[in-house]
């Protein structure tokens, strides 16, 4: 958890003068609240979606919201709690009990040769398999991030490069990873008869990739995010420390490609921004390490306590579970 760096810092970045009263608004309620760690955080929650929000219109909202509280602390508590709610916890993987380990870690096993893929690719992916298939025809059976071959790649004669490149790339298992909760894309459909088809795939496809399982659980947990470049479609890797990216041995940036703009669309660069201010903030408020304080908690505890201070883990159990039923927008 780290303090709101100064209004200095704002002004010297050029923020707008409205953004800059809601962040003073911030920087006195974090003073006013010093000594009570969940406050804090709400307090920090809010000051650093300020600094990190992904798009001017997220800028706007936020300030909006923040000066609709009137400083009343009371209220400016309550609204960075609800973001910590319904922003974060939609992002971050849930951490209660370990769920028993699937006996097909690498799912789909992708029997190509029986499978027409163009038909495949033109249609909208309908489940978490396709998805995946798609997403590795896509990076052409690669790890989006690292650049190791998917292991069906060697299983497949038609998929395998030669044995001497996939010595020396390497092989791993993958797992298909959603930006945003796979509920939010999978399943929608639009009532306008002008959108583009590679708009809508972007739901589906678009916000898909296969990634190493560890890479894909860190991504999940908010350790690692891809952050935007000025140049397309290319992403810095970042971590809430650099010793998360020497450990995984990941790039500094990767780059995006794909065979097919059309019927394979690249990752969406808006919600992979939305995650990467997801990631920061809860880092640096604090929000993230107590997340994973209270799922540790509630992993151990069999029964509520009839005193009601159960309450505070009930209540973050409950969150977490709902993660998959909230709608994220940009």
């Known amino acids: 958890m780290t303090a709101l760096p100064s209004r200095t810092y704002l002004l010297s970045q050029g923020f707008h003068e409205n953004a800059v009263s809601a962040y003073d608004v911030c920087l006195r309620f974090e003073e006013q609240v010093a000594g009570d760690d969940k406050a804090t955080i709400y307090a920090r929650i809010l000051g650093y979606l300020i600094l990190h929000a992904p798009s001017g219109g997220a800028l706007q909202q936020v300030v909006k919201e923040i000066h609709s509280c009137s400083e009343d602390y009371n209220r400016l508590s309550a609204l ?44 909208a992916p309908k489940n978490h398999e396709d998805a995946k298939l798609k997403a590795l025809i896509r990076d052409g059976f690669r790890c989006i991030v690292t650049g190791k071959y998917e292991m069906n790649a060697m299983l497949n004669p038609s998929l395998a490069p030669s044995l001497k490149e996939l010595e020396q790339v390497g092989v791993v298992r993958t797992q298909c990873t959603h930006i945003v909760p796979v509920s939010t894309y999978f399943g929608v459909s639009s009532s306008d008869s002008n959108e583009k088809k590679s ?28 952050e935007p470049t000025n140049v397309e479609n290319r992403y810095k890797v970042s971590s809430v420390s650099t010793f998360s990216l020497s450990v995984l041995k990941l790039p500094e940036e990767v780059t995006f490609t794909t065979p097919d703009d059309i019927n394979l669309p690249l990752p969406s660069r808006t919600l992979l921004a939305l995650h990467a201010a997801c990631a920061k903030v809860a880092h640096l408020s604090g929000a993230g390490e107590y997340t994973e304080r209270i799922d540790r908690e509630a992993e151990y505890i069999r029964v509520l306590a009839n005193d009601g201070s159960s309450g505070e883990m009930l209540n973050n159990a409950l969150f977490s579970r709902l993660n998959e039923l909230t709608r994220v927008e940009a």
Request: net charge positive; with cysteine.
């Open 199 to 226: 708009d809508y795939l972007c739901f589906g496809v678009g916000c898909a990739k296969a990634l190493r399982i560890d890479v894909h659980d860190w991504f999940d947990c908010l350790i690692i995010w891809l």
């Open 80 to 123: 960075g709690e609800c973001f910590m709610n319904q922003f974060f916890r939609p992002f971050k993987k849930y951490k209660g009990r370990t769920p028993a380990p699937s006996s097909h870690p690498s799912q789909p096993s992708f029997d190509i040769l029986k499978t027409d893929l163009r038909a495949k690719i033109q249609e």
